[in-house]
C-alpha cells in the first residue's frame, strides 16, 4: 500500500540516475530509518499486499527492480495505520530533461504527530542521501491537485485545478535542477535554488520565514506550518503567491 490509500504525506526526489554498484539506495533506506525514532524498513509486500519480511534486507536493496534501475519496495510491516514505505525507480530519458534520466525516491509516511514532527528533517536526510536536485512532501490529497498542474495540453486540455498555474511536462524542461512544482515541504539543493532565483530577499521574504540550510547547502523551505490543505483558502493563498514569487519553478517564463 502507498500514499494514495489514505491522506498521507507523501515523498518524492530527484536524483541523477543510478550508476553501476551505486550506494545511494542503502543510503536512503538507513537515512529514512535515522530520520524517524524506531523505524525499521526490513519488510516488503507481496504481490498480495501481505507483509513479507526480508532478513537480508540491506541485499534486498541492493539489488535493482525487476522492471527497471532502482530499489525495491520496503517498509516497516506495520499496520495499515503506521505503515511506512519507501522505493526508487528511474525516470526515463525520454521523459527527463533534456534527455536525461533520472533517480525518483518515493516514500509515504503516515500524517500523524509523530511524521510532522521529523517531516522536514527525513526529507532533507533523503534527499541529500540520493544526491536530489529537488524534492518535496506533500499530503496526498492536496499532491493530488499540484500533479495535475503538470500539463501536456493534448491530452488533457482542461487547466489545473484551483486557478493553480500550468506547469511543463518535465521533458521540456532546460535542465534537471528546475523543480517541476511545490510541495507543502520543499528541499532545493544549492544547484536547484539557484536555477529558481532563491533566495532573493525582497521575493522570498515570506518563504525565508520558514527556510532553513542543509548541511549540503541546499534549502527546505515549508509553505505553511501546518501540513498542506487546499481546501483552506488561506493555505491555497499561500501556494499560488508561493507560484508567483517563483516563475522560473515548473520552467514558466519569467514576467
Avoid at 527497471?68 to 514505505?85: I, M, R
Avoid at 500550468?166 to 517541476?180: Q, T, Y
Wanted: charged share 25%; hydrophobic share 40%; with cysteine.
Amino acid at each position: 500500500m502507498t500514499a494514495t490509500r489514505r491522506n498521507d504525506l507523501g515523498l518524492i526526489v530527484y536524483a541523477p540516475a543510478l550508476v553501476r554498484d551505486d550506494d545511494r539506495p542503502l543510503a536512503i533506506v538507513r537515512a529514512m530509518e535515522r530520520g524517524c525514532p524506531g523505524l525499521r524498513l526490513e519488510w516488503t509486500i507481496s504481490d498480495e499486499g501481505q507483509p513479507v519480511p526480508l532478513p537480508e534486507r540491506d541485499a534486498w536493496v541492493a539489488q535493482e527492480r525487476p522492471d527497471s534501475p532502482g530499489f525495491p519496495l520496503v517498509c516497516n510491516g506495520g499496520e495499515e495505520s503506521d505503515l511506512v514505505t519507501l522505493y526508487g525507480l528511474e525516470l526515463p530519458a525520454d521523459f527527463g530533461p533534456r534527455g536525461q534520466p533520472l533517480f525518483e525516491v518515493h516514500a509515504a509516511l503516515p500524517l500523524n504527530d509523530a511524521s510532522l514532527a521529523v517531516a522536514a528533517e527525513v526529507l532533507a536526510d533523503v534527499a541529500e542521501s540520493a544526491r536530489a536536485f529537488w524534492g518535496q512532501m506533500t499530503p496526498f490529497r492536496a499532491g493530488v491537485d499540484i500533479a495535475r498542474q503538470t500539463k501536456n495540453w493534448a491530452a488533457s486540455p482542461q487547466p489545473p485545478p484551483r486557478g493553480l498555474p500550468a506547469l511543463m511536462l518535465p521533458k521540456d524542461l532546460g535542465s534537471p535542477e528546475i523543480p517541476h512544482r511545490l510541495g507543502w515541504l520543499n528541499y532545493w539543493s544549492d544547484a536547484a535554488a539557484r536555477a529558481i532565483g532563491f533566495p532573493d530577499p525582497t521575493r522570498h521574504a515570506e518563504l525565508l520565514s520558514r527556510a532553513r540550510r542543509t548541511a549540503t547547502g541546499g534549502w527546505v523551505v515549508g509553505l505553511t506550518d501546518a501540513p498542506l490543505d487546499l481546501d483552506n483558502p488561506v493555505h491555497l493563498k499561500t501556494l499560488l503567491h508561493a507560484y508567483e514569487h517563483l516563475p522560473e519553478l515548473g520552467g514558466r517564463p519569467r514576467r
